[in-house]
């Protein structure tokens, strides 16, 4: 299984970016395929899921401006990111599995490498 994410940059606040997440060797509809973001000098977080039902869960923080979604014909989860600020300045990974619990790290199973999305004020 390989998750490969792509869609970083840089972007000034208030900018959009759109990040994707391409999968091979598993069918993104059947699991849960979530979004984690690591600040410099801090912990990985969670943002957004999408589970394999299609229901949606996003970190507080990112509400109501970042749009997790899915298209399957190509295998690929999406994170649409609207006026970002500064805050949102981190690597973003995205993940897979069969999650009960959508920000403990542990239920995702495999992780893509990481895209750095970096916004100036």
């Known amino acids: 299984v390989q998750l490969q994410a792509s869609g970083g940059g840089l972007v000034q606040a208030g900018g959009s970016l759109r990040l994707s997440c391409a999968a091979s060797g598993r069918t993104v509809s059947s699991y849960s395929m979530a979004w984690f973001r690591r600040a410099p000098g801090k912990e990985r977080e969670f943002v957004a899921v999408i589970r394999w039902s299609g229901n949606l869960n996003y970190a507080d923080s990112v509400k109501g401006r970042f749009t997790i979604s899915r298209e399957n014909t190509k295998n690929t989860v999406y994170l649409q990111m609207n006026n970002l600020e500064p805050e949102d300045t981190a690597v973003y990974y995205c993940?897979?599995?069969?999650?009960?619990?959508?920000?403990?790290?542990?239920?995702?199973?495999?992780w893509g490498q990481g895209t750095l999305v970096t916004v100036s004020s």
């Open positions: 993940a897979i599995g069969r999650v009960v619990q959508v920000s403990r790290e542990s239920d995702y199973d495999y």
